[in-house]
């Protein structure tokens, strides 16, 4: 009998833009541990995308925002060291507008602050996969 394969997992992440600058943690877990990453996690059951985003945003990081729409979604796919699937993470990215407070890193991250978009280019900080491209799609929802 093979086990079957794990069941994709709902999370939320959170793309707060401000100043020119984006909200990120640096993650204290697996997958991506101490990788920057945006602020989110897993969606209860019955619990709105929007709310869940809030929520984890504010666990993570003390920041209040106030989530706008969903703008784009990723595939995270969490391996063994033989390449075996533990997890798979379907992260909705939502587009929040800050409103209050400033990162204080919480829950599961070992830090939170305001990265420069400009920053994400050079690769000075080691991102999870995707965060600077989706950094770029934020920012110019956030200017238009």
């Known amino acids: 009998m093979t086990t079957p394969a794990p069941r994709p997992i709902a999370a939320t992440i959170a793309a707060v833009i401000r100043d020119g600058h984006v909200l990120l943690v640096r993650r204290a877990n697996p ?3 101490n990788c920057w990453a945006f ?14 985003t809030a ?3 504010l666990e993570e990081t003390a920041v209040v925002a106030e989530p706008l729409h969903v703008f784009d979604a990723v595939d995270v796919f969490d391996r063994d060291d033989a390449g075996a699937l533990r997890r798979h993470f379907i992260l909705i990215a939502v ?9 204080v890193a919480g829950d599961d991250a070992r830090d939170a602050r305001w990265v420069a978009l400009a920053d994400l280019e050079g690769h000075a900080l080691a991102t999870s996969f995707g965060v ?13």
Request: hydrophobic share 45%; proline share 10%.
């Open 95 to 103: 587009l929040c507008r800050w409103q209050s407070g400033e990162p």
């Open 31 to 33: 997958p991506d541990e």
């Open 39 to 52: 602020p989110g996690g897993k969606i209860d059951a019955g619990e709105p995308i929007l709310a869940a």
């Open 132 to 144: 600077a491209e989706l950094a770029r799609k934020a920012a110019a929802l956030t200017a238009a």
């Open 55 to 57: 929520r984890e945003l």
